[in-house]
């Protein structure tokens, strides 16, 4: 077990102005990496969290006046009881009630993570958003109109002013302070969580102890680490639905070898983000288990582990199902999903 330990933000103490004679300071944000997670992804150097630079990021996570019919804003899609998915629904839904193609994934540890999208459109967290911003059926948004309605906004002048040492209301602060926002979302703090770092309240049944072993034989090879995914690509063998007809990371690389390939995500809330894979087509880890048992589609793509011995797929007997699916509950992450530190009012 590692040693915990805190990850101390060098910067100046405080950033400085002046306002009605108010003095402001912007204070760094310690950011705690957990002892059984592996090492950071993100640069906190390039892109330090501040309480401000924080809170403007909420701000912007939360407001609706981004999006072209003035409601649609990121937590619209990204609620967080349920690990910031859009709970319920197949396929996300943006402005004017526009249909995308996609489940919404959910947003956690990303600081960990080294792609983004279920097909690795970006490799930077701070430019992530600009994805879910500009698609028209997402947000719709327009940085120029942004700009204007926040130099327009008395709150974002002031928090822009003393969350960046330039102070400008621009696309690159306004991204930066999204990439703060979301570096600080850490999912650390389940009953799994407990159980690994020897805590108060970390027991688990011998049911979960045993899904805890199928788990680690069965699934631990593309869902790694305590992160629960080791952020390959790849194609878990679903039968292709050819009204959408999805490519996943072909889409980004252009190679045939992408072909169907999508992001592994991380199982950690898995009960509380139905419904699952890429396009939301299992609404139960139930379904989704019966589908790695008996519904693998073969495909010149399909992952190898998925095809062994003449063998599609991952045999699971019934008793398999439910001692994995007891184990899977232990990754909910109450704390995180009940923070006031995330959440929009």
Known sequence: MQVKYLLLLILPFFW?????????????LAFEVPPNFPALA???????????????????????????????SCGFC?????????????????VDNAVGT?????????????????????????????IPFTNPVEMNGNFTKAIAMMKADPEYQKL???????????????????????VMLTSSNSRFDKYRRHESGGTLTNEELDGYVIFNAKCSSCHATDLF?????????????LAVNDVGRYRVTQLTSDYYKFKVPSLRNIEKTAPYMHDGRFFTLEAVLEHYNSGVVASETLDPILYKNGTLGIALTEIEKIKLIAFLKTLTDNQYLTDKRFSEY
Do not use: W
């Not at 990204?78 to 859009?86: D, K, P, R, S």
């Open 102 to 130: 996609r489940n919404t994934q959910p947003i956690q540890n990303l600081a960990y993570q080294t792609t983004f999208m279920y097909d690795g459109a970006t490799n930077h967290l701070d430019l992530q958003p600009v």
């Open 78 to 94: 990204h609620i967080q009881q349920n690990a910031f998915t859009h709970h319920g629904h197949t396929v996300s839904h943006g």
């Open 42 to 72: 993100y640069d906190l150097a390039n892109n330090p969290p501040t309480e401000k630079g924080f809170e403007l990021g909420k701000k912007l996570f939360y407001d609706g006046r981004l999006s072209s019919d003035g409601l649609v």
């Open 16 to 28: 400085s102005c002046t306002d009605n004679d108010d003095v402001y300071q912007n204070i760094p």
């Open 160 to 182: 822009f002013k003393i969350a960046f040492a330039d102070g400008e209301i621009n696309s690159e602060n306004m991204l930066k302070a999204l990439g703060q926002f979301m």
């Open 229 to 241: 995914t080791d952020n390959s690509f790849r194609n878990n063998g679903l039968p292709v639905n």
